[in-house]
T-cell receptor
Framework: GQSLEQPSEVTAVEGAIVQINCTYQ??????LSWYQQHDGGAPTFLSYNALDGLEETGRFSSFLSRSDSYGYLLLQELQMKDSASYFCAHSGNTGKLIFGQGTTLQVKP | GAGVSQTPSNKVTEKGKYVELRCDPISGHTALYWYRQSLGQGPEFLIY????????DSGLPNDRFFAVRPEGSVSTLKIQRTERGDSAVYLC???????????????FGAGSRLTVL
């Protein structure tokens, strides 16, 4: 089957760095994605790793290790507006994107 | 259109009624997805269309739920004999190509919040 595990909550202070981990099980694998969702908003795409290694997009980076079935999202120079839920997701070989339960990030001043 | 559009944004109905939720994907996107999200949970997959056909409907919870995409663009999610447990935000998303890798980059609509009294 397909499943993803991520921490339910993370708290950090403004300006800090935070890492949100994700482990997964899947039959077939097409990469790991990350989405951000603010309260009352739609999920928005942040990053996609198809291959092992680090992908950097501004303050956000995402890492994938396929041999460990593990990835993480790294957020640097945290801002208050980064307070949101973050979801890892993968599509396996089915063409449907399966989401984790989400990590709620609270950024404090 | 420029983004994924969903209507209505809010729908309140009574138990047992029929409901239709509409999704207008990004123009040219061949793949369209329906998800359901309850408070504090991740989006739960319902159904995925590639063009006009349902490529995977394994997430539909039971036969009260049905979705169509007759012309390969707009899709309608139909829920018969609604139950209180159907209350959730129904999200629609589209992607340019779908499939294994294409499914990872989705553009979501703002969702339709369904409340069944």
């Amino acid at each position: 089957g397909q499943s993803l595990e991520q921490p339910s909550e993370v708290t950090a202070v403004e300006g800090a760095i935070v890492q949100i981990n994700c482990t997964y099980q899947t039959s077939g694998f097409y990469g790991l994605s990350w989405y951000q969702q603010h309260d009352g908003g739609a999920p928005t795409f942040l990053s996609y790793n198809a291959l092992d290694g680090l992908e950097e997009t501004g303050r956000f980076s995402s890492f994938l290790s396929r041999s460990d079935s593990y990835g993480y999202l790294l957020l640097q120079e945290l801002q208050m507006k980064d307070s949101a839920s973050y979801f890892c997701a993968h599509s396996g070989n089915t063409g449907k994107l399966i989401f984790g339960q989400g990590t709620t990030l609270q950024v404090k001043p | 259109g420029a983004g994924v559009s969903q209507t209505p944004s809010n729908k309140v109905t009574e138990k047992g009624k029929y409901v239709e939720l509409r999704c207008d994907p990004i123009s040219g996107h061949t793949a369209l997805y329906w998800y359901r999200q309850s408070l504090g949970q991740g989006p739960e997959f319902l159904i995925y269309f590639q063009g006009t056909g349902a490529a995977d409907d394994s997430g539909l919870p039971n036969d009260r739920f049905f979705a169509v995409r007759p012309e390969g663009s707009v899709s309608t999610l139909k829920i018969q004999r609604t139950e209180r447990g159907d209350s959730a935000v129904y999200l629609c998303a589209s992607s340019a190509t779908g499939g294994g890798s294409g499914a990872n980059v989705l553009t979501f609509g703002a969702g339709s919040r369904l409340t069944v009294l």
